[in-house]
């Protein structure tokens, strides 16, 4: 893949020499002397291939988050998925027990600390590991523009529930973020049901072409993203919208259209204004 990705300059190490063995790339030399390493027709194949068996076995939750991933990019935020952050939340006491059903009211009330539900003891606070789905910043060099989001993808009614039941999971989030969204599938659960501080988000139709709709925004609460946070950042690789994400935002272009005619565009007409 990294040499699908690269201008060909090789590198001359033992996976070159391995692909090149097996004939899925081959060396060449320029004109000039220099060498670049090209994948052959097989090596082509191979990658679509494995492309093609990835995503098959990738699970509704994954092919959701991707989906939010590749949305946020084209919005020009910068976005990682599958991090573990070290996030400050206060001390609770035991999870609440099995939530009754849905009366209209939220799955889990923001008010329910209050009602003794959950017992908080007043200036405890410890540490626990965040594991959110997909998490954003804007692409911007001014700290207090990163506007910072945490989207968390529930695909089915029970997952949603268990992430409600748990109210430190909650607050790590908010912790991490100035915003925090739920997204789920349609007739996964009404937004009035979601506590009100989270935005929420809704897939309508079939996760690869179906509409991601913000039908409520979560409400933005300022914060500075700690030391640590920047840190593994830094160590992880954001998200790359791959080729049919570009293609899916400049227009759902099915490939099977695309004709010779298509490759040149052509240039719209010069409009001038009449002179008096």
Request: proline share 7%; aromatic share 6%.
């Amino acid at each position: 893949m990294a040499i699908w990705r690269s201008a060909g300059w090789p590198c001359r190490d033992a996976i070159e020499l391995d692909l090149v063995a097996a004939g899925w790339a081959t060396l060449s030399e320029a004109a000039s002397g220099h060498e670049t390493i090209r994948l052959t027709d097989a090596g082509i194949r191979l990658l679509a291939d494995s492309r093609q068996r990835n995503q098959r076995s990738l699970s509704a939750h994954d092919r959701l988050a991707e989906r939010v991933a590749e949305h946020l990019t084209a919005s020009g935020r910068i976005v990682w998925r599958e991090l573990s952050l070290r996030a400050k939340i206060n001390v609770h006491g035991e999870p609440a027990p099995e939530a009754a059903p849905l009366t209209g009211v939220a799955l889990w009330p923001v008010d329910a600390i209050d009602e003794g539900v959950l017992e908080q003891p007043p200036g405890k606070t410890s540490w626990r590991m965040a594991r959110p789905d997909v998490f954003s910043v804007r692409h911007t060099s001014v700290e207090a523009y990163l506007q910072p989001m945490v989207h968390e993808v529930k695909v089915s009614r029970a997952d949603l529930l268990s992430d409600l039941r748990h109210a430190a999971k909650r607050e790590s989030y908010q912790w991490l973020c100035c915003e925090t969204y739920y997204v789920i599938p349609a007739g996964v659960a009404e937004p009035a049901e979601v506590p009100q501080e989270f935005g929420v988000w809704v897939l309508n139709g079939t996760i690869e072409s179906g509409t991601l709709d913000l039908v409520r925004p979560a409400r933005h609460a300022p914060c500075e993203l700690p030391f640590a946070v920047w840190m593994a950042l830094a160590k992880a690789t954001p998200a790359r919208m791959d080729a049919k994400a570009v293609q899916r935002q400049l227009g759902d272009v099915d490939d099977s259209e695309l004709t010779a005619a298509d490759a040149t565009v052509p240039e719209p007409p010069i409009q001038t204004s009449p002179q008096a």
